[in-house]
């Protein structure tokens, strides 16, 4: 059973950054493809962030550049780094994990492609 806890999330003013990140119970890297999500209000989930166990990165279009997303193996964490946020950024961010290769690119993913979920991580931006 894997275990995932995210944190770092908060409120800021458009053009600000936050990082986040995702504590895990197991060692994911180049094991797991690991993501981060975000739901916002009465949208659907969109997949944010991934690094399958390569070590290859995909981002969601809004977000590159923008967004970067990384891991500390040795401490099992996962990061999303995040600058320059704007107001269309607020939402609930979960990271994700699931045992061997992703399935799709980022921008094509679904959730029930992970089988383990943190309980989420809320951040606010202000115009």
């Known amino acids: 059973q894997v275990q995932l806890v995210e944190s770092g999330g908060g409120s800021v003013q458009a053009g600000g950054s936050l990082r986040l990140s995702c504590a895990a119970s197991?060692?994911?890297?180049?094991?797991?493809?690991v993501a981060w999500f975000r739901q916002a209000p009465g949208k659907e989930p969109e997949g944010v962030a991934q690094?399958?166990?390569?070590?290859?990165?995909s981002y969601t279009d809004s977000v590159k550049g923008r967004f970067t997303i990384s891991q500390d193996g040795a401490k099992k964490i996962l990061y999303l780094q995040m600058n320059n946020l704007e107001p269309e950024d607020a939402a609930m961010y979960y990271c994700?994990?699931?045992?061997?290769?992703?399935?799709?690119?980022?921008?094509?993913?679904?959730?029930?492609?992970?089988?383990?979920w943190g309980p989420g991580t809320q951040v606010t931006v202000s115009s």
């Open positions: 197991v060692y994911t890297s180049g094991r797991y493809c």
């Open positions: 994700a994990a699931r045992p061997g290769p992703c399935v799709e690119d980022v921008r094509a993913t679904r959730t029930i492609y992970f089988g383990y």
């Open positions: 690094i399958g166990r390569d070590g290859t990165t």
